[in-house]
């Protein structure tokens, strides 16, 4: 199936449905179906949370010599396939509060990228007396991007209940406030000026600063001392992943609106002609949203991690080039980094990177004679990438949520640590000289 089928498939299930679920698929929720450890299972843990609404039908104890089980069976349609399974839950009372899903078709969870998503619904209308339908939404995949902005999923999302019918609430207000703006200037004669005030997307660098006033605020705290804040890893994803998006999604919403109105306005008052003559120029735009949206991300997460190190008093120096490469960070200086008589420890590079996929293999390029660590908010890495990296000598930093999390497939890997174990043990620890006390 290809994304685009996929993407229009999900919105169209979405609009058939009078509640939804989604939840972030745990390890063990799709390494069954890869023949793992986890492949007994054969199924997806459901929270409690979730097993006590009224998105699944209800349990019960069907079996008075086993009054610990409680049961349902039920139908679900899965549109990837065409498939109508019959599926079943059960809750082990005596074991623990989740409840198993099984019944499901093994092949949608082979092979997924850590962090995948089960979206699911409640239909209005019954499918054959099917009231439930799921897909699976892999997070390597570009729909995970519009569903993460659809329904505004934070970077600690696990799972939630929604209502399509609200799910957009937030994001229709500021849309109606745009469209509001842009019918006066039309009418006022003031587009352009409207047009000229948002003509540019903030910087990089001034969107960093207004995530980190935001999360300083929200958190009262006076910087972002990593030796003050219990988790450091955390508040980068928090800042990174969900306040400075936020405020970029904003930003982009208002110049993106505006470019495509000088567009077509500017073809004159016949609205067909203007499309027409104008779609190179609106192709043009929306190309160009989406090559800034991604690049974007890793640029201010420099910013975010340069700002740990300073509030820290750590030295390090951003950008430096040394023999045709530029690591993001060399702590303490390029000067001793290239040091001919320095010993392993007396300097580090810190490369700093969002999203991982293949370009962790540009780090491992790097070869200075020091310790080499990859600092990222990426929670889709594959275990096999992660070795692949511990082979290559390349340590990952990862925030202190997603080390522990069940979703990822970090825990246990002896190359991967948290920011707070970056900064109290690589440098509190080992490498002191690097602080400026």
Same mark, same amino acid.
């Given at each position: 199936?290809?994304?685009?089928?996929?993407?229009?498939? &999900?919105?169209?299930?979405?609009?058939?449905?009078?509640?939804?679920?989604?939840?972030?698929?745990?390890?063990?929720?799709?390494?069954?179906? =890869?023949?793992?450890?986890?492949?007994?299972?054969?199924?997806?843990?459901?929270?409690?949370?979730?097993?006590?609404? =009224?998105?699944?039908?209800?349990?019960?104890?069907?079996?008075?010599?086993?009054?610990?089980?409680?049961?349902?069976?039920?139908?679900?349609?899965?549109?990837?396939?065409?498939?109508?399974?019959?599926?079943?839950?059960?809750?082990?009372?005596?074991?623990?509060?989740?409840?198993?899903?099984?019944?499901?078709?093994?092949?949608?969870?082979?092979?997924?990228?850590?962090?995948?998503?089960?979206?699911?619904?409640?239909?209005?209308?019954?499918? @054959? =007396?099917?009231?439930?339908?799921?897909?699976?939404? @892999?997070?390597?995949?570009?729909?995970?991007?519009?569903?993460?902005?659809?329904? =505004?999923?934070?970077?600690?999302?696990?799972?939630?209940?929604?209502?399509?019918?609200?799910?957009?609430?937030?994001?229709? @207000?500021?849309?109606?406030?745009?469209? @509001?703006?842009?019918? #006066?200037?039309?009418?006022?004669?003031?587009?352009?000026?409207?047009?000229?005030?948002?003509?540019?997307?903030?910087?990089?660098?001034?969107?960093?600063?207004?995530?980190?006033?935001?999360?300083?605020?929200?958190?009262?705290?006076?910087?972002?001392?990593?030796?003050?804040?219990?988790?450091?890893?955390?508040?980068?994803?928090?800042?990174?992943?969900?306040?400075?998006?936020?405020?970029?999604?904003?930003?982009?919403?208002?110049?993106?609106?505006?470019?495509?109105?000088?567009?077509?306005?500017?073809?004159?008052?016949?609205?067909?002609?203007?499309?027409?003559?104008?779609?190179?120029?609106?192709?043009?735009?929306?190309?160009?949203?989406?090559?800034?949206?991604?690049?974007?991300?890793?640029?201010?997460?420099?910013?975010?991690?340069?700002?740990?190190?300073?509030?820290?008093?750590?030295?390090?120096?951003?950008?430096?080039?040394?023999?045709?490469?530029?690591?993001?960070?060399?702590?303490?200086?390029?000067?001793?980094?290239?040091?001919?008589?320095?010993?392993?420890?007396?300097?580090?590079?810190?490369?700093?990177?969002?999203?991982?996929?293949?370009?962790?293999?540009? #780090?491992?390029?790097?070869?200075?004679?020091?310790?080499?660590?990859?600092?990222?908010?990426?929670?889709?890495?594959?275990?096999?990438? &992660?070795?692949?990296?511990?082979?290559?000598?390349?340590?990952?930093? #990862?925030?202190?949520?997603?080390?522990?999390?069940?979703?990822?497939?970090?825990?246990?890997?002896?190359?991967?640590?948290?920011?707070?174990?970056?900064?109290?043990?690589?440098?509190?620890?080992?490498?002191?000289?690097?602080?400026?006390?």
């Amino acid at each position: 199936m290809t994304i685009d089928n996929q993407w229009s498939d &999900i919105q169209e299930w979405i609009g058939k449905s009078h509640q939804l679920l989604i939840k972030k698929l745990a390890r063990n929720d799709c390494g069954w179906a =890869d023949g793992s450890e986890h492949g007994h299972q054969n199924g997806v843990y459901i929270p409690r949370a979730i097993r006590e609404s =009224d998105f699944f039908p209800k349990l019960k104890n069907i079996n008075q010599n086993k009054p610990h089980i409680f049961e349902s069976q039920f139908k679900t349609l899965w549109p990837a396939t065409g498939e109508i399974k019959p599926s079943n839950l059960k809750h082990y009372s005596n074991k623990g509060t989740e409840m198993h899903f099984t019944g499901v078709p093994k092949n949608e969870f082979a092979g997924l990228t850590p962090a995948s998503l089960i979206i699911g619904g409640v239909l209005r209308k019954p499918i @054959d =007396d099917t009231h439930h339908w799921f897909m699976i939404v @892999d997070s390597a995949s570009e729909e995970v991007e519009l569903l993460e902005a659809m329904f =505004d999923l934070e970077a600690e999302f696990h799972y939630g209940l929604f209502d399509p019918a609200d799910a957009l609430k937030i994001q229709k @207000d500021e849309t109606d406030q745009l469209i @509001d703006e842009l019918s #006066v200037a039309l009418k006022t004669g003031s587009l352009a000026a409207f047009i000229a005030a948002v003509s540019k997307m903030p910087a990089p660098e001034l969107l960093a600063v207004e995530a980190q006033r935001a999360f300083l605020k929200q958190n009262q705290l006076v910087d972002l001392n990593p030796y003050e804040i219990p988790n450091p890893g955390d508040a980068i994803m928090k800042i990174s992943r969900d306040i400075e998006y936020s405020l970029y999604k904003r930003a982009e919403r208002r110049y993106r609106a505006a470019e495509v109105i000088r567009i077509i306005t500017g073809g004159g008052a016949d609205i067909v002609s203007s499309v027409v003559r104008g779609f190179p120029d609106l192709d043009a735009t929306f190309l160009s949203a989406s090559q800034h949206r991604k690049s974007r991300a890793g640029r201010s997460f420099e910013q975010h991690i340069a700002r740990l190190l300073r509030d820290g008093r750590i030295a390090f120096e951003e950008q430096a080039v040394t023999g045709g490469r530029r690591p993001d960070f060399v702590l303490p200086s390029l000067v001793v980094l290239k040091a001919k008589k320095r010993t392993f420890e007396e300097a580090l590079v810190l490369s700093a990177k969002t999203t991982l996929r293949e370009r962790w293999k540009q #780090v491992a390029m790097e070869k200075f004679n020091c310790a080499l660590f990859l600092a990222t908010v990426d929670d889709r890495v594959s275990a096999a990438a &992660i070795d692949d990296m511990n082979t290559n000598g390349i340590h990952l930093v #990862v925030p202190e949520s997603l080390k522990k999390s069940k979703e990822t497939c970090y825990n246990g890997k002896i190359n991967v640590i948290t920011f707070r174990e970056f900064f109290d043990e690589e440098i509190f620890l080992k490498r002191p000289s690097f602080r400026h006390i």
